[in-house]
């Protein structure tokens, strides 16, 4: 099975900040990898899929980039409702995986 | 606009079986696959089956053999059947609609939208 490895767990930012989360996955996923924000007691929702794809609807300060084992999630200027959580989930192969996470604190 | 609702959680004692039902509208049911994901209390998420569109179905290794993943075409309708239940079972189930297939003898999973909101499992004593 494919193990995915998120970096930081936590990060504390600011309204403004430019934020990158990373994900590494233990083989090689070319670029089938997606992202998600969670909010607290709500669903996941799709940021980002095949690496760098926009989901319809996604402020476009999100962006994906990487392809094989590293990835990245960028926030471009953070804002105020973008303080959740967000997984990154590798679909390459079966089983499907997600990272453990990285919540996005207010500094 | 598609919508994706579970139903079916609760609380229910180690060793006990329940069954999540999710109801999906807005869109062409038959030709879509279905997915659970699970998250326990203060986790992460967890994928935990799949069926595609010609009935094919997986599990994680954690639910193999206990859990049984249907859909009934007619009714919009998939079910997670879940047999000899644990306290690590205990999560919030997803129900979502994703694009994974099987083409030339190679199944794939792909990324997932729309997602329900969630159906409690407990299980407990």
């Known amino acids: 099975d494919i193990q995915m490895t998120q970096s930081p767990s936590t990060l504390s930012a600011s309204v403004g900040d430019r934020v990158i989360i990373t994900c590494r996955a233990s083989q090689t996923l070319h670029t089938w990898l997606a992202w998600y924000q969670q909010k607290p007691g709500k669903a996941p929702q799709v940021l980002i899929y095949?690496?760098?794809t926009l989901q319809s609807g996604v402020p476009s300060r999100f962006s994906g980039s990487g392809s094989g084992t590293e990835f990245t999630l960028t926030i471009s200027s953070l804002q105020p409702d973008d303080f959740a959580t967000y997984y990154c989930?590798?679909?390459?192969?079966?089983?499907?995986?997600f990272g453990q996470g990285t919540k996005v604190e207010i500094k | 606009e598609v919508q994706v609702l579970e139903s079916g959680g609760g609380l229910i004692q180690p060793g006990g079986s329940l069954r999540l039902s999710c109801a999906v509208s807005g869109f062409t049911f038959s030709r879509y696959a279905l997915t659970w994901v699970r998250q326990a209390p203060g986790k992460g998420l967890e994928w935990v089956s799949a069926?595609?569109?010609?009935?094919?179905?997986f599990y994680a290794g954690s639910v193999q053999g206990r859990f049984t993943i249907s859909r009934d075409n007619s009714k919009n309708m998939v079910y997670l059947h879940m047999n000899s239940l644990r306290a690590e079972d205990t999560a919030v189930y997803y129900c979502a609609i994703f694009g994974g297939g099987c083409r030339g003898g190679s199944c794939y999973s792909d990324w997932i939208d729309p997602w329900g909101q969630g159906t409690l499992v407990t299980v407990s004593s």
């Open positions: 989930q590798q679909y390459n192969t079966y089983p499907t995986s």
């Open positions: 095949d690496a760098s």
């Open positions: 069926i595609i569109r010609g009935g094919s179905t």
